[in-house]
């Protein structure tokens, strides 16, 4: 009550769950800059991670820009422009870059690479920036966390173990889930966040005995018979029966809200990256070491983005000559025909231009009235 009332003194609103990035941010200020300290222990506001590092392209295209409302309206992917800032017309990616349509490197794009740099600098723990994606994601479970911006799934069931500072003595969570707040960018019917569906990538080069054990395991784990047990254990879950399930409501009250989330039109917005991305591998190796020089301060966040649109150009270029793409390849304009920046600015939608104001007022809601919201909604 106490952290309540001085929260509401500070900033003008009530201290609860985060709606957008600007009460985010002020929770994240509040508890790192001014409450400082729990009983004794260092807290923090938020946490992250920014090693150079794969896992840091990860943690963009898995939705950041998304959730900053660089893209379009659109689920599971934003159209025409996608969470990845690639614009789409018809099935055929024509380009990332603003001055071909995209927005990888527009406003909203920049808004969020800054935004990220600035809170991990400035409200996580000092480690962090030197922490991977598998490093970081045990620390929420340590107690000295306030809030994190982004949900692991992967590390729920690490949350739920009895004797952490974040388990009470009955077995229940300190903590609670709920869905992403959004950036200034984002706008209703967007998509909001991330998560890994079940796909599975099984190699050509495998020979047709391994491919077929591959494709049987792969059926095995989402089987009817094995879905249910490896929710309970991993929190992953794949089927409606199983969170409708007598076994997943009577762990609910453990699992702060992940159940209610699961059954709720909120995960909706949670979609896996869409099959717009004309080459995983070749797009997603482009990101972390570009994200990773504006982390250093090699690059401005505007630099840093300006380079990996350009990337992300030229190597869909380099499929749409080479044909590696058999069903809707990339279309890359050349520089020549690009209509530039200050055309694909002036339209409609994706790319945007930059906000006056990209801090508006902060909006959170209490967690019980977000659960009743869901329940209605369901």
């Given at each position: 009550?106490?952290?309540?009332?001085?929260?509401?003194?500070?900033?003008?609103?009530?201290?609860?769950?985060?709606?957008?990035?600007?009460?985010?941010?002020d929770?994240?200020?509040?508890?790192?800059?001014?409450?400082?300290?729990i009983?004794?222990?260092?807290?923090?506001?938020h946490?992250?991670?920014?090693?150079r590092?794969?896992?840091?392209?990860?943690?963009?295209?898995?939705?950041?820009?998304?959730?900053?409302?660089?893209?379009?309206?659109?689920?599971?992917?934003?159209?025409?422009?996608?969470?990845?800032g690639?614009?789409?017309?018809?099935?055929h990616?024509?380009?990332?870059?603003?001055?071909r349509?995209?927005?990888?490197?527009g406003?909203a794009a920049?808004?969020?690479?800054?935004?990220?740099?600035?809170?991990?600098r400035?409200?996580a723990?000092?480690?962090?920036?030197?922490?991977?994606?598998?490093?970081?994601g045990?620390v929420?479970?340590?107690?000295?966390?306030?809030?994190?911006?982004?949900?692991y799934?992967?590390?729920?069931?690490?949350?739920?173990?009895p004797?952490?500072?974040?388990?009470?003595?009955d077995?229940?969570?300190?903590?609670?889930?709920?869905p992403s707040?959004?950036g200034?960018?984002?706008?209703?019917?967007?998509?909001?966040?991330?998560?890994?569906?079940?796909?599975?990538?099984?190699?050509?080069?495998m020979?047709?005995?391994s491919?077929?054990?591959?494709?049987?395991?792969?059926q095995?784990?989402?089987?009817?018979?094995?879905?249910?047990?490896?929710?309970?254990?991993g929190?992953?879950?794949?089927?409606?029966?199983?969170?409708?399930?007598?076994?997943?409501?009577?762990?609910?009250?453990e699992?702060?809200?992940?159940?209610?989330?699961?059954?709720s039109?909120a995960?909706?917005?949670?979609?896996?990256?869409?099959?717009?991305?004309?080459?995983?591998?070749?797009?997603?190796?482009?990101?972390?070491?570009?994200?990773?020089?504006?982390?250093?301060?090699e690059?401005t966040?505007?630099q840093?983005?300006d380079?990996?649109?350009?990337?992300?150009d030229?190597?869909?270029?380099?499929?749409e000559?080479?044909?590696?793409v058999?069903?809707?390849?990339p279309?890359?304009?050349?520089?020549?025909?690009?209509?530039g920046?200050?055309?694909?600015?002036?339209?409609?939608?994706a790319?945007?231009?930059?906000?006056?104001?990209?801090?508006?007022?902060?909006?959170?809601?209490?967690?019980?009235d977000?659960?009743?919201?869901?329940?209605?909604?369901?």
């Amino acid at each position: 009550p106490e952290l309540r009332a001085k929260f509401l003194e500070r900033y003008g609103y009530e201290l609860g769950v985060p709606l957008n990035w600007s009460a985010y941010e002020d929770i994240a200020e509040f508890f790192t800059v001014h409450v400082k300290e729990i009983d004794g222990e260092p807290v923090y506001g938020h946490m992250d991670y920014g090693k150079r590092d794969p896992s840091l392209g990860w943690r963009f295209t898995d939705a950041w820009l998304s959730m900053a409302g660089a893209g379009d309206p659109g689920l599971p992917n934003g159209l025409p422009v996608d969470e990845w800032g690639i614009r789409m017309e018809e099935c055929h990616p024509v380009g990332s870059s603003v001055e071909r349509g995209g927005a990888t490197n527009g406003p909203a794009a920049v808004y969020a690479l800054q935004k990220y740099i600035d809170w991990l600098r400035s409200y996580a723990p000092p480690e962090a920036p030197e922490m991977n994606f598998s490093e970081a994601g045990p620390v929420p479970a340590q107690g000295q966390i306030a809030q994190q911006i982004f949900w692991y799934t992967a590390f729920t069931s690490d949350m739920t173990k009895p004797g952490l500072p974040v388990v009470n003595d009955d077995g229940t969570p300190k903590w609670r889930m709920a869905p992403s707040p959004y950036g200034a960018y984002w706008s209703e019917g967007m998509k909001l966040g991330y998560q890994d569906v079940g796909a599975w990538t099984i190699p050509r080069v495998m020979s047709d005995r391994s491919q077929k054990a591959a494709w049987l395991y792969a059926q095995f784990t989402v089987s009817k018979s094995v879905s249910l047990q490896k929710t309970l254990v991993g929190l992953t879950p794949i089927r409606e029966s199983d969170l409708d399930s007598p076994e997943m409501q009577a762990r609910s009250a453990e699992l702060g809200g992940l159940v209610e989330f699961y059954r709720s039109p909120a995960r909706e917005a949670w979609t896996p990256t869409g099959v717009n991305i004309a080459d995983y591998p070749k797009l997603a190796k482009l990101w972390w070491p570009n994200i990773a020089d504006a982390m250093s301060g090699e690059r401005t966040a505007q630099q840093a983005m300006d380079k990996l649109a350009e990337s992300q150009d030229r190597a869909m270029a380099v499929m749409e000559r080479n044909y590696t793409v058999k069903n809707c390849p990339p279309r890359i304009a050349s520089d020549d025909d690009a209509k530039g920046r200050d055309w694909w600015l002036a339209q409609p939608g994706a790319p945007k231009p930059k906000l006056k104001n990209e801090k508006p007022p902060g909006k959170t809601i209490r967690y019980e009235d977000l659960l009743a919201r869901w329940e209605e909604a369901r």
